[in-house]
């Protein structure tokens, strides 16, 4: 089992920036892959950024690339989505998960999952 927590969101204007964290305990967090995904309203879950667990290859959704970067740091057991540029439509739940094996960019790919946090951003 792996337990994930998020923490860092909040409200910010448009073309504001926030790092959102996600502290992992319970198993070896160097051993799983992490995504970052975001639900808003009325919309269905969706990917945002993945990371393999040694941290080397990233990768981000086509809304959010050059804007957001993902990264890990393994002997904290944290990983970081750092998001600049915002703007109104990135307003979330923000949701880090967890899997072992290769990153995925697919929900059901993912057995961890952290409680969320809210990201809202003003125009």
């Known amino acids: 089992q792996v337990q994930l927590a998020e923490s860092g969101g909040g409200l910010v204007q448009a073309g504001g920036s926030l790092r959102l964290s996600c502290a992992a305990s319970?198993?070896?967090?160097?051993?799983?892959?992490m995504g970052w995904f975001r639900q808003a309203p009325g919309k269905e879950r969706e990917f945002v950024a993945a990371?393999?667990?040694?941290?080397?290859?990233?990768s981000y959704a086509d809304s959010v690339k050059g804007r957001f970067t993902i990264s890990r740091d393994n002997a904290k057991n944290t990983g970081y989505l750092q998001m600049n540029s915002l703007k109104s439509e990135d307003t979330a739940v923000y949701y880090c998960?967890?899997?072992?094996?290769?990153?995925?960019?697919?929900?059901?790919?993912?057995?961890?999952w952290g409680q969320g946090t809210q990201v809202t951003v003003s125009s």
């Open positions: 998960a967890a899997k072992y094996g290769a990153w995925s960019s697919r929900t059901y790919d993912y057995a961890y």
């Open positions: 319970g198993r070896t967090f160097s051993d799983y892959a």
């Open positions: 990371i393999s667990s040694s941290g080397r290859t990233p």
